[in-house]
């Protein structure tokens, strides 16, 4: 089950930042989970937001240049060794990850990890026959 992703480029610099989360609050756009990495010169904005297709137009409109990237949304035991079921088992079978983040609701037992995978398609394959559930796109934002 893939999820997109979007991935804003912003410029490291005071304020840079808000502006994003700004107009997606002004929009009404619910960001579900984000990860933030950074270089000197810019940084990466990668989040999953609910109404994708508002979220892109509004911030195209205000300059900001975007990407689109499919990932995975794996359900994780929230407990020792939960993150390691998984990274154990795609590493076993030659899978990278590229990079992952996560969003843990504190009235469930587990966490939702985001997974970037350098084999999408095998890494569902992998992880559906190993009785891993996948959360699809829609489910993310009934969460």
Known sequence: MKTEQLSV????????????INALAK??????????????DFGILRMIVCNQDIASEILKQR???LGHTTVVAVQVAD??????????????????????YAFVRPD???????FRF???????????????????PEKLCAL
Do not use: C, Q
Not at 27 to 40: F, H, K, P, Q, Y
Not at 108 to 114: G, S, T, Y
């Open 63 to 65: 300059g900001f240049t």
């Open 9 to 20: 480029f912003l410029e490291n610099r005071a304020g840079r930042l808000a502006e994003v």
């Open 27 to 40: 929009a009404g756009v619910n960001i579900r989970a984000l990860s933030l990495a950074d270089t000197s």
């Open 108 to 114: 469930v037992n587990h966490a939702i990890m985001i």
């Open 118 to 136: 350098d084999k999408t398609d095998e890494a569902i394959e992998l992880l559906r026959n190993n009785n891993f559930d996948l959360v699809p």
């Open 79 to 100: 407990k020792p060794g939960g993150l390691d079921s998984v990274l154990s088992l795609v590493s076993e079978n030659g899978i990278n990850v590229e990079y992952m």
